[in-house]
Nanobody, 122 residues
């Protein structure tokens, strides 16, 4: 079992930065691939970024490539999403997820956090 709790969301102006954190509990955290998804009102949940269990491989949606960075600290059992150059279209609830492998679809993940709101004003 893995439990995930996100934090770090908030209101920021366009061009600003935020760092989201996802604190995990569970002894098997280091064996899971970790990802971030987001969901805007009226839209489907979409893939943002993913990190392999070893941390050696990262994957990003084209819409955030070059602006967002995902990382993990297995000692602190935490995964981060550094978001720079934020745009109004990045506004959404951001969720972290844990699963057996990296896949850019929600169905591939076994565990989800409750989400944290990110709002980018223009």
């Amino acid at each position: 079992q893995v439990q995930l709790v996100e934090s770090g969301g908030g209101l920021v102006q366009a061009g600003g930065s935020l760092r989201l954190s996802c604190a995990a509990s569970g002894r098997t955290f280091s064996s899971y691939a970790m990802s971030w998804f987001r969901q805007a009102p009226g839209k489907e949940r979409e893939f943002v970024a993913a990190l392999s269990w070893s941390g050696g491989r990262t994957y990003y949606a084209n819409s955030v490539k070059g602006r967002f960075a995902i990382s993990r600290d297995n000692a602190k059992i935490t995964v981060y999403l550094q978001m720079n150059s934020l745009k109004p279209e990045d506004t959404a609830v951001y969720y972290c997820a844990a699963g057996p492998g990296v896949i850019a679809a929600p169905r591939g993940y076994d565990y989800w956090g409750q989400g944290t709101q990110v709002t980018v004003s223009s």
